[in-house]
């Protein structure tokens, strides 16, 4: 257990909520009929499992009941359904209350519920006033009965308000739940295991989801690779359907594995439709429909009488392409 120096009362962990089960009755006849309810709010025994208090009892020699206490349904102020009007305190049987239902909606609701087998809980509010911190090896005796440390004993408490709810938190309908700042937190095995049941699913589900996620994640990856690449071998074979379309063009055998085809291939698309431009308007035929010089001379052949050809000697490279071979080198170097 801490050291009781250190522990104190705060908004967050005084507030408790003790659950038993709650009794209805009818008073009177005719239209002077009232509806009444009772139960017991705490026996005076310890309680066990608090998220910051550990095991505790409360004194009810200091406990405090106002003379009416207002009854709401599931703590809601906007749900008021009755008040206490009568308490009393025993060590053999603990804090019972009883009180009126109203006739209002809420009370009526709770009233025909009822009638019908719903097994409403009641929920009392109660807020600690001081502590007063039992040690290991250390014994007290409260409310009547004789209780071992480590244990917390509150004293000078008060009984704040009473709820009707649809379900308790301990299965023996005895002061079990307690809340931390409104919202429930482990005070017995039952609400443990409740709480430690949903925190599991809770797991479970985010894991699913994040599987989810990740399957979907890993998908689109695939389809965005799967798109670069179709891309990829798009614009290659475009690129090489491209530059053999100039070749011939330009009256030039096409070899994929060409030195110059290479080249071409690995131009930027602006170098490349430049270079191209270039090439097919200096390899264009002159009107007349002749060949353009440079391209005939490739192709020329002429009869010699029986006599031996003239020897011709083709270029060591062809100027145009050397020329072009330049300006795709520049728009390179601007890319």
Same mark, same amino acid.
């Given at each position: 257990?801490?050291?009781?120096?250190?522990?104190?009362?705060?908004?967050?962990?005084?507030?408790?909520?003790?659950?038993?089960? #709650?009794?209805?009755?009818?008073?009177?006849?005719?239209?002077?009929?009232?509806?009444?309810?009772?139960?017991?709010?705490? *026996?005076?025994?310890?309680?066990?499992? @608090?998220?910051?208090?550990?095991?505790?009892?409360?004194?009810?020699?200091?406990?405090?009941?106002?003379?009416? &206490?207002?009854?709401?349904?599931?703590?809601?102020? $906007?749900?008021?359904?009755?008040?206490?009007? #009568?308490?009393?305190?025993?060590?053999?049987?603990?804090?019972?209350?009883?009180?009126?239902?109203?006739?209002?909606?809420?009370?009526?609701?709770?009233?025909?519920?009822?009638?019908?087998?719903?097994?409403?809980?009641?929920?009392? @509010?109660?807020?600690?006033?001081?502590?007063?911190?039992?040690?290991?090896?250390?014994?007290?005796?409260?409310?009547?009965?004789?209780?071992?440390?480590?244990?917390?004993?509150?004293?000078?408490?008060?009984?704040?308000?009473?709820?009707?709810?649809?379900?308790?938190?301990? $299965?023996?309908? $005895?002061?079990? !739940?307690?809340?931390?700042?409104?919202?429930?937190?482990?005070?017995?095995?039952?609400?443990?295991? =409740?709480?430690?049941?949903?925190?599991?699913?809770?797991?479970?589900? &985010?894991?699913?989801?994040?599987?989810?996620?990740?399957?979907?994640?890993?998908?689109?990856?695939?389809?965005?690779?799967?798109?670069?690449?179709?891309?990829?071998?798009?614009?290659?074979? !475009?690129?090489?359907?491209?530059?053999?379309? &100039?070749?011939?063009?330009?009256?030039?055998?096409?070899?994929?594995?060409?030195?110059?085809?290479?080249?071409? $291939?690995? =131009?930027?698309?602006?170098?490349?439709?430049?270079?191209?431009?270039?090439?097919?308007?200096?390899?264009?035929?002159? !009107?007349?429909?002749?060949?353009?010089?440079?391209?005939?001379? &490739?192709?020329?052949?002429?009869?010699?009488?029986? *006599?031996?050809?003239?020897?011709?000697?083709?270029?060591?490279?062809?100027?145009? =392409? #050397?020329?072009?071979?330049?300006?795709?080198?520049?728009?390179?170097?601007?890319?």
């Amino acid at each position: 257990m801490a050291d009781a120096t250190k522990r104190e009362l705060n908004a967050e962990n005084r507030q408790f909520s003790l659950t038993a089960q #709650a009794k209805f009755s009818m008073d009177g006849t005719g239209e002077k009929r009232q509806r009444k309810f009772s139960g017991v709010a705490y *026996s005076g025994d310890v309680i066990t499992g @608090h998220w910051y208090w550990g095991s505790v009892v409360f004194d009810m020699a200091t406990l405090s009941v106002p003379d009416k &206490l207002p009854a709401l349904i599931d703590h809601s102020r $906007s749900q008021r359904c009755g008040y206490v009007t #009568a308490s009393s305190i025993s060590n053999e049987v603990g804090l019972t209350v009883s009180g009126n239902l109203l006739s209002n909606e809420h009370g009526t609701s709770v009233a025909e519920e009822s009638d019908e087998g719903f097994p409403w809980q009641m929920s009392v @509010h109660i807020e600690p006033g001081s502590i007063e911190e039992v040690l290991q090896g250390s014994n007290t005796v409260v409310n009547g009965h004789t209780f071992a440390g480590p244990i917390t004993v509150f004293k000078n408490s008060k009984i704040v308000e009473v709820s009707f709810t649809a379900t308790g938190w301990d $299965s023996n309908t $005895s002061a079990a !739940a307690m809340s931390r700042g409104g919202d429930t937190s482990p005070s017995s095995q039952g609400e443990s295991a =409740m709480d430690l049941k949903q925190l599991q699913d809770r797991v479970a589900a &985010l894991e699913a989801e994040n599987k989810s996620l990740q399957a979907s994640k890993d998908d689109l990856s695939k389809q965005l690779t799967d798109a670069t690449d179709k891309l990829t071998k798009f614009s290659s074979e !475009a690129r090489a359907a491209a530059v053999q379309q &100039l070749f011939t063009d330009i009256g030039r055998e096409y070899k994929a594995d060409d030195a110059e085809a290479k080249a071409f $291939s690995a =131009m930027p698309q602006e170098a490349f439709d430049a270079t191209a431009k270039v090439m097919r308007e200096q390899f264009k035929k002159p !009107a007349g429909g002749a060949s353009a010089p440079q391209t005939a001379a &490739l192709f020329q052949h002429q009869a010699n009488g029986g *006599s031996a050809p003239a020897q011709t000697t083709a270029p060591a490279s062809n100027p145009l =392409m #050397a020329d072009a071979e330049k300006r795709a080198a520049q728009f390179s170097k601007r890319a």
